[in-house]
Each structure stands twice: as C-alpha cells, then as structure tokens.
C-alpha cells in the first residue's frame, strides 16, 4: 500500500503540487492490515501529521470490510475504490 501512495505522491509533485506519504501502524508484513496514507495539497504541507478525515479510501481487499471500519472519517461526498470481484 505504501508503493500506491507514494506514486500518487510522485504524481502529484511532477503536476507543480505538494505531497506526503506515509505508512501508519509500522512496516508492512504479508497477510496484515496495513493503512498508508497520502496527502496532497496545493499548499506546502506542515509535518506529518495522520489523516483523520480522508477525501478518498483506497481498499484493496474486500475481507478488510469486516476486519474494521476502513470507512472511518470519511464524509458523505467522499470516494471510495473497493478492489473486489463481487458487489458490495
């Protein structure tokens, strides 16, 4: 997952804006959960700080839907990408 955000960092820095990525909860290992988070701006970004209120949620195994609340924080109008062979 940090791999997704860090080209959409990359992306976003070769477009004239500013960008972050950042893993949260510790390194990746196989068969865990794991939250990478990007923030992109066209404002210079402060220091990392974790993203509480996302504008968008990427989830690339539907089995995290029951795992825990991916959706947390997200508003009405946000996006969300759900990677899944079947319909929610």
Same mark, same amino acid.
């Given at each position: 997952? %940090?791999? =997704?955000?860090? %080209? %959409? &960092? *990359?992306? $976003?820095?070769?477009?004239? @804006? ?7 909860? #510790? +390194?990746?290992? =196989? #068969?865990? /959960?794991?939250?990478?988070?990007? @923030? *992109?701006?066209?404002? +210079?970004? +402060?220091?990392?700080? !974790?993203?509480?209120? !996302?504008?968008?949620? =990427?989830? @690339? ?14 508003? $009405?109008?946000?996006? *969300? %990408?759900?990677?899944?062979? &079947? @319909? /929610?």
């Amino acid at each position: 997952m %940090l791999t =997704i955000a860090e %080209l %959409l &960092t *990359i992306a $976003a820095v070769t477009e004239g @804006r500013y960008g972050q990525a950042s893993m949260a909860g #510790g +390194p990746e290992h =196989i #068969g865990h /959960p794991t939250v990478a988070c990007c @923030r *992109i701006d066209d404002d +210079p970004l +402060p220091g990392w700080e !974790p993203v509480v209120f !996302p504008d968008a949620v =990427i989830v @690339r195994d539907a089995a995290l839907l029951h795992v825990s609340d991916v959706f947390h924080g997200l508003g $009405a109008d946000g996006f *969300i %990408l759900l990677d899944s062979s &079947t @319909r /929610p």
